[in-house]
């Protein structure tokens, strides 16, 4: 059957340019503006957080206090849309007391207590919205638990809903560290029965509540972001808890690997960068390095040593704690460090108590910001990225494409995208370790300040990695091929 378009209704709880806090963010911006430009009908929802609405955007109002159920309740929220002309319709749900925090889902004590009740309301919210506008989708795409409940309501209250009585559904897991759980208490708040979806093979989880298993057990496709992450999350070591559901729908379960947004991520047009360059041309490079020693306070002496950065979330999963560890034996090489971070208080202590003893050499932000990232990714060496875990990853894309050497743990998308550097053959683009222990990191960082005092062999490995390509593109047309299956799959449910 030829589908000439799609009607998707895309539901991610956070998307560049609007909101963001990891991965998630990056790809709930980039996705949907690929598919819209591959001639698909997509519409993205997002709740209307502070940091939304602080952005000063020209917002219309669509639909003014509908009734969202929310436990034995229904509460009124506000449809919005962007008033200006976008490349894909993008609704808002406003509903102050839920959505304007100070962050998306956390403060620096840990969840918000409501978080259930938060993402619950966004998700009827969301597919009121649809039906509102009158978007009958022919498929929703949900993305990690903040929207895992769909799939469930789809099938269960709202299965009746001529607006969705076609859909079929594609759930994307982007950490499956993340599980939404909540006690089984309050599947009230959900509007679901009992009977029909908390057992085993619903969304009961060791007598709770997981949105992400709802997400998983209730869609016809689950994806995940690597190829290699698919296949880890079906066993006990990388699934936490998940692998056994996963494993038995194996057969629905896909790897594909996120894009990067090479708009925003690009060093020859790279607007947060004192100077551009490209793999014809390098020279700009050593002029962002100098800038980001100056700028970070290091020694000046760090700009003619390698330069060694981390970009990432303070949180276990990211093996911070292989970095407090081999922070000692790499500094004591006269290398330079820097860390930009934000996240667990606890591990932001922890590297603010080492800094003294590496004053000049070492430098660490504590704060999400986006400029510094690109400044930090373009002006270092290399990019250490020693996740326990790493569903995808994109800080090793992104350095790849601005000439900085990843080091990484061979584990999920990591090892997906990072080749070992193969200098008999001139072959590789990074470093990688196995297993997970500070060891094994220590040796893969000295391999690789081995190769950079090299400048021939390591510019050889930088023009590796400037050459791959991870464009939205191609994993777009993967997923648009997959949706397209999944809607074949299902001739019940086949669009007109
Ligand atoms: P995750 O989604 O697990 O955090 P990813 O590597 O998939 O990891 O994506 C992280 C994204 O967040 C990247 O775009 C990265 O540049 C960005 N990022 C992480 N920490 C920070 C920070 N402190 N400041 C700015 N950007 C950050």
Redesign the pocket.
């Known amino acids: 059957m030829k589908h000439v378009h799609l009607k998707i209704l895309f539901l991610c709880s956070e998307a560049v340019p609007f909101a963001?806090?990891?991965?998630?963010?990056?790809v709930g911006g980039s996705l949907p503006l690929r598919l819209a430009k591959l001639g698909q009908d997509v519409r993205l929802v997002l709740p209307l957080y502070r940091v939304t609405k602080e952005q000063g955007l020209s917002l219309v109002l669509l639909a003014e206090n509908i009734g969202v159920p929310l436990g034995y309740e229904e509460l009124p929220a506000n449809i919005l849309k962007i008033k200006s002309k976008s490349d894909f319709p993008v609704y808002f749900v406003q509903r102050e007391d839920l959505y304007e925090r100070p962050n998306l889902y956390a403060n620096e004590q840990g969840d918000y207590y409501d978080n259930l009740e938060r993402f619950t309301f966004y998700s009827h919210a969301a597919l009121l919205s649809a039906q509102f506008v009158g978007f009958k989708p022919d498929i929703i795409h949900c993305h990690d638990w903040q929207s895992g409940l769909v799939p469930a309501l789809v099938r269960g209250p709202y299965a009746k809903n001529p607006t969705f009585g076609t859909v079929s559904l594609v759930f994307t897991i982007?950490?499956i560290g993340y599980q939404g759980i909540f006690p089984k208490e309050k599947l009230y708040i959900t509007g679901l029965s009992e009977k029909e979806f908390f057992h085993p093979e619903g969304l009961e989880y060791w007598d709770k509540i997981s949105l992400l298993k709802s997400g998983i057990v209730y869609s016809d496709a689950v994806t995940t972001?690597s190829p290699r992450y698919a296949r880890e999350i079906q066993s006990p070591e990388y699934g936490m808890g998940m692998e056994g559901i996963l494993r038995k729908r194996k057969e629905r379960v896909y790897g594909i690997l996120?894009g990067v947004d090479y708009d925003s991520w690009d060093p020859s047009k790279d607007r947060y960068l004192p100077a551009t360059y490209c793999a014809e041309d390098l020279a700009g490079k050593g002029r962002c390095k100098e800038a980001l020693v100056l700028e970070l306070g290091l020694l000046r002496s760090m700009v003619e040593r390698p330069l060694l950065g981390v970009?990432?979330?303070?949180?276990a999963?990211?093996g911070l704690d292989l970095i407090l560890k081999v922070i000692e034996p790499i500094l004591e090489q006269n290398v330079g460090l820097v860390i930009?971070?934000?996240?667990s208080k606890q591990i932001k202590d922890k590297i603010t108590e080492v800094m003294p003893r590496h004053a000049g050499r070492m430098a660490f932000?504590y704060?999400?910001?986006?400029p510094?990232?690109h400044r930090i990714?373009a002006g270092v060496d290399m990019l250490l990225?020693p996740?326990r875990y790493?569903?995808?990853?994109?800080?090793?894309m992104?350095a790849l494409k601005y000439g900085t050497v990843p080091v990484v743990h061979a584990t999920g998308?990591l090892d997906d995208t990072v080749v070992e550097f193969d200098p008999s053959k001139v072959e590789g683009n990074g470093f990688k370790f196995s297993p997970f222990d500070h060891g094994a990191f220590l040796d893969a960082i000295k391999k690789a300040l081995h190769f950079f005092s090299n400048r021939e062999l390591w510019r050889a490995i930088m023009l590796n990695g400037m050459q791959a390509d991870f464009s939205w593109a191609r994993s777009a047309k993967q997923y648009l091929d997959l949706y397209r299956s999944v809607v074949d799959r299902f001739p019940g449910r086949k669009i007109q």
């Open positions: 963001k806090t990891g991965g998630l963010g990056d982007h950490n972001v996120n970009v990432s979330r303070l949180d999963q990211k930009l971070g934000s996240g932000k704060a999400f910001d986006e510094l990232a990714i990225v996740s790493e569903p995808c990853g994109l800080t090793q992104y998308g």
